[in-house]
T-cell receptor
Framework: GAVVSQHPSRVICKSGTSVKIECRSL??????MFWYRQFPKQSLMLMAT?????????EQGVEKDKFLINHASLTLSTLTVTSAHPEDSSFYIC??????????FGPGTRLTVT | DQQVKQNSPSLSVQEGRISILNCDYT??????FLWYKKYPAEGPTFLIS?????DKNEDGRFTVFLNKSAKHLSLHIVPSQPGDSAVYFC?????????????FGTGTRLTIIP
């Protein structure tokens, strides 16, 4: 497996500001990380695939200019929510791909936009 | 289009009894399946997985059964313990999809009654 951390665990920001969320793989060299979003009582929805040293691949319907992903090292991927609005309020979770199919998840970040 | 479905949003089971969680999928290209357990405001924790070349995989109290013809899998937990109370997600992946993304079901909230 892999131990994955996220920072911050929760953040409140004002509408129109940007927020950066960090995802760190503490004990595994992560070539691929994933970013998910979960709305209350709903499933995890994949937002994008983050590949070390290259551009992220976004799922259909996810605005790449709004959700900026940077995966500059094998242990760190960041998600920046730009010009956040209340509808961006959600639980954001990252994961580290450790095998062909296996992923280990971080503890999540609760974003609230006021 | 929900490709992975968990039709029971909630399930209550007496402590010590067997918990059976079900999951159905529609995409015949899925060939690997995983179960995750999730507590509120935390990331999912990997429980057990199964490849489509098998019909059963067991790990301690957890057993996953796969019926490919019915496109159905189930997770059995026996005996159920209070600490098993959580939301359980099944997830599916396909080796032909490129980056082996996980598609999650909608989750089943399991409550173990002491």
């Amino acid at each position: 497996g892999a131990v994955v951390s996220q920072h911050p665990s929760r953040v409140i920001c004002k509408s129109g500001t940007s927020v950066k969320i960090e995802c760190r793989s503490l004990d595994f060299q992560a070539t691929t990380m994933f970013w998910y979003r979960q709305f209350p009582k709903q499933s995890l929805m994949l937002m994008a695939t983050s590949n070390e040293g290259s551009k992220a691949t976004y799922e259909q319907g996810v605005e790449k200019d709004k959700f900026l992903i940077n995966h500059a090292s094998l242990t760190l991927s960041t998600l920046t929510v730009t010009s956040a609005h209340p509808e961006d309020s959600s639980f954001y979770i990252c994961s580290v791909r450790t095998g062909v199919h296996e992923q280990y998840f971080g503890p999540g970040t609760r974003l609230t936009v006021t | 289009d929900q490709q992975v479905k968990q039709n029971s949003p909630s399930l209550s089971v007496q402590e010590g009894r067997i918990s059976i969680l079900n999951c159905d999928y529609t995409n015949s290209m899925f060939d690997y399946f995983l179960w995750y357990k999730k507590y509120p405001a935390e990331g999912p924790t990997f429980l057990i997985s199964i490849s489509s070349i098998k019909d059963k995989n067991e790990d301690g109290r957890f057993t996953v059964f796969l019926n490919k013809s019915a496109k159905h899998l189930s997770l059995h937990i026996v005996p159920s313990q209070p600490g098993d109370s959580a939301v359980y997600f099944c997830a599916a992946s396909g080796s032909n999809f490129g980056n082996e993304k996980l598609t999650f079901g909608t989750g089943t909230r399991l409550t173990i009654i002491p």
